[in-house]
């Protein structure tokens, strides 16, 4: 069954699966050997030592764990295929990308604003606050010290590397559901039958309340996951309007 549906993938999203894939298993190699990949690869916050340019290219081919890539594969798999067949694969590979970078930039400045609310400024020496790293960048305490706030907002935002393709994946949501508003889905959890459009609005939907109502400890980068969806609804409407076809 594996066999078969691997060969009747188009081209970019089997590239890349196979992308992913191979970072992923790198990632838990290389873990072993104490080596963070997620450490170098992953999205850092613009104001912290770690911020590498390139991360803005490579934390979406990166995952926190076999459960965060198997969800974000199959997604691409299951929404990805159908519209790299309407769209041809170098306008799919273009709206990947496209939305996956949107994401984080709605996720950057949504950190920039949080960080700004607690420390009064965007980009705070973090050599003041009480906090941390270990020798393989893991921050070992998440509590500020008064004159920021008393809050873990900051080191948290400072510390935490963004990873995964979902800001991207959202978007192919995004995209379906505007092609193909009435197709009927069947969720995994729980499995129940959900026409495409409303499966895109109650995703928006929580991603929404989720990244306002956040909770501590939550590492979910819920703002990136709406900013796929709001880049990908906007370049399908681009597209539509310069477009003779229905797509």
Same mark, same amino acid.
């Given at each position: 069954? =594996?066999?078969? &549906?691997?060969?009747?993938?188009?081209?970019?999203?089997?590239?890349?699966? @196979?992308?992913?894939?191979?970072?992923?298993?790198?990632?838990?190699?290389?873990?072993?050997?104490?080596?963070?990949?997620?450490?170098?690869?992953?999205?850092?916050?613009?104001?912290?030592?770690?911020?590498?340019?390139?991360?803005? /290219?490579?934390?979406?081919?990166?995952? /926190?764990? =076999?459960?965060?890539?198997?969800?974000? &594969?199959?997604?691409? @798999?299951?929404?990805?295929?159908?519209?790299?067949?309407? %769209?041809?694969?170098?306008?799919?590979?273009?709206?990947?990308?496209?939305?996956?970078?949107?994401?984080?930039?709605?996720?950057?400045?949504?950190?920039?604003?949080?960080?700004?609310?607690?420390?009064?400024?965007?980009?705070?020496?973090?050599?003041?606050?009480?906090?941390? =790293?270990?020798?393989?960048?893991?921050?070992?305490?998440?509590?500020?010290?008064?004159?920021?706030?008393?809050?873990?907002?900051?080191?948290?935002?400072?510390?935490?590397?963004?990873?995964?393709?979902?800001?991207?994946?959202?978007? *192919?949501?995004? /995209?379906?559901?505007?092609?193909?508003?009435?197709?009927? *889905?069947?969720?995994?959890?729980?499995?129940?039958?959900?026409?495409?459009? %409303?499966?895109?609005?109650?995703?928006?939907?929580?991603?929404?309340?989720?990244?306002?109502?956040?909770?501590?400890?939550?590492?979910?980068?819920?703002?990136?996951?709406?900013?796929?969806? @709001?880049?990908?609804?906007?370049?399908?409407?681009? %597209?539509?309007?310069?477009?003779?076809?229905?797509?």
């Amino acid at each position: 069954m =594996f066999r078969s &549906m691997f060969a009747n993938m188009p081209g970019v999203v089997k590239n890349l699966v @196979i992308i992913n894939g191979l970072f992923f298993l790198a990632t838990v190699v290389l873990e072993n050997q104490e080596i963070s990949l997620t450490y170098e690869l992953g999205l850092h916050y613009p104001g912290s030592e770690n911020f590498r340019p390139y991360q803005l /290219a490579t934390h979406f081919f990166m995952h /926190a764990g =076999f459960m965060h890539i198997f969800f974000n &594969m199959f997604a691409l @798999i299951v929404f990805g295929s159908q519209l790299e067949r309407v %769209w041809g694969s170098k306008r799919f590979l273009l709206f990947y990308l496209i939305t996956a970078i949107g994401a984080s930039l709605l996720h950057i400045g949504i950190q920039v604003y949080e960080v700004y609310q607690a420390a009064g400024q965007a980009f705070p020496d973090l050599t003041v606050l009480d906090a941390g =790293f270990n020798n393989r960048g893991e921050f070992m305490t998440v509590t500020d010290p008064p004159e920021y706030g008393g809050k873990s907002v900051v080191g948290q935002n400072y510390a935490r590397p963004t990873v995964g393709a979902s800001g991207a994946v959202y978007g *192919l949501i995004a /995209a379906f559901a505007l092609l193909f508003p009435n197709t009927q *889905l069947m969720l995994l959890f729980p499995p129940i039958p959900i026409k495409a459009k %409303w499966l895109a609005l109650a995703l928006a939907a929580f991603a929404l309340y989720s990244g306002y109502q956040r909770t501590d400890g939550d590492s979910v980068a819920h703002f990136a996951h709406l900013g796929g969806m @709001i880049f990908g609804f906007i370049l399908v409407k681009i %597209w539509q309007k310069n477009s003779t076809t229905f797509y």
